[in-house]
């Protein structure tokens, strides 16, 4: 490791700098997209998806290097607790999943307005195929930040509030290209 264990930097969770310790398995002082993907489990102990990973890498290399430092990995280790209890508060039936309808109830709570139709299509999308229906922590986790930031370029253009924005086909394009990895 870069740094002496017991010397951890301000800033840093004590817990997430252990945990650094055991995910930077190459010893190189960063986190890359593979060692992340091992360290990450769901509840029915499937590994996370390489697109949250790698949207979770995007988020928080600061240095865009591709690869997350201490201080990247220490704010992704808060981003990940945060989702984890928001999804073990909406799995209501305690299914180690959320379905559908939990998954409306939680963004209702985020405060979206979305029909209970749109959270079904998003959980069957992306539920696991053969399970109970309903989606994973990592799947909650890009679902979630992904409706947050594309939620964020809308509201930037909808300088009216008046909850319709007009896109040129470029735009709508490249907000979906910069958004969605
Ligand atoms: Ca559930």
Redesign the pocket.
Known sequence: SILPSGNIPPGVNPEAYQWFQTVDTDHSGFINPKELKQALVNSNYSAFNDETCLMMINMFDKTRTGRIDLFGFSALWDFIQRWRVLFQQ??????????GM?LQQALAQMGYNLSPQFSENLVRRYAMRGARP?IQLDRFIQVCTQLQSMTQVFRERDTGMTGNIRLSYEDFLSGAVTRLM
């Not at 909406?90 to 379905?99: A, E, F």
Request: proline share 0%; aromatic share 0%.
């Open positions: 909406h799995d209501r039936d305690c299914s180690g999943s959320i379905s939990e309903g």
